[in-house]
T-cell receptor, first 112, second 110 residues
Framework: EPEVTQTPSHQVTQMGQEVILRCVPI?????FYWYRQILGQKVEFLVS????????KSEIFDDQFSVERPDGSNFTLKIRSTKLEDSAMYFC??????????FGEGSRLTVL | RKEVEQDPGPFNVPEGATVAFNCTYS??????FFWYRQDCRKEPKLLMS???SGNEDGRFTAQLNRASQYISLLIRDSKLSDSATYLC???????????FGAGTRLTVKP
């Protein structure tokens, strides 16, 4: 069964460093998303991506964040100059257009 | 008002109990509605879509009331394996953007 894959599963970084989280969506999907979930809190929308551009972004998704789909398969989230409060689980999701979001297993980011 | 608001929970019920979760959404133009399930430290997974006429999938029944902007999930004959956080999810519009409620945690006890 096709699945969304994310790497790394866990990354520990120092405050101020840049991190790149990678996602390979399901191959025939057209819409891609990043969500984050701080431990014990709700799943928060960060950004959606369609047709090689951002379709919507939340107030969380400020200049510190960027997304790319560099090669037609990978979908990356870059976090510049990480802060302690960026520590969270970051979920990538994709969908064709049916409404069901397929999530990856997440990348846990720990900022020290 | 939050975009998607759920019962805060947690719900602690015995096996076999019936439990209902409620959810309200603020955007009257919202088009599609879903319940997702999230196990501890796992990714959310689709439980069921919610249709205007209401729909049932085994022990699970979902209802939608567009006039009141209200969605519900009913779980009958609850099992230990139903213990999870249940997320109400609303699709905002044509661009497929989904918004999640904070989730309601359910614990089913023997």
């Amino acid at each position: 069964e096709p699945e969304v894959t994310q790497t790394p599963s866990h990354q520990v970084t120092q405050m101020g460093q840049e991190v790149i989280l990678r996602c390979v969506p399901i191959s025939n999907h057209l819409y891609f998303y990043w969500y984050r979930q701080i431990l014990g809190q709700k799943v928060e929308f960060l950004v959606s991506f369609y047709n090689n551009e951002i379709s919507e972004k939340s107030e969380i998704f400020d200049d510190q964040f960027s997304v790319e789909r560099p090669d037609g398969s990978n979908f990356t989230l870059k976090i510049r100059s990480t802060k302690l409060e960026d520590s969270a689980m970051y979920f990538c999701a994709s969908t064709v257009n049916t409404g069901e979001l397929f999530f990856g297993e997440g990348s846990r980011l720990t900022v020290l | 008002r939050k975009e998607v608001e759920q019962d805060p929970g947690p719900f602690n019920v015995p096996e076999g109990a019936t439990v209902a979760f409620n959810c309200t959404y603020s955007n009257s133009a919202s088009q599609s509605f879903f319940w997702y399930r999230q196990d501890c430290r796992k990714e959310p997974k689709l439980l069921m879509s919610v249709y205007s006429s209401g729909n049932e999938d085994g022990r699970f029944t979902a209802q939608l009331n567009r006039a009141s902007q209200y969605i519900s999930l009913l779980i009958r004959d609850s099992k230990l394996s139903d213990s999870a956080t249940y997320l109400c999810v609303v699709k905002k519009g044509l661009n497929n953007d989904m918004r999640f409620g904070a989730g309601t945690r359910l614990t089913v006890k023997p």
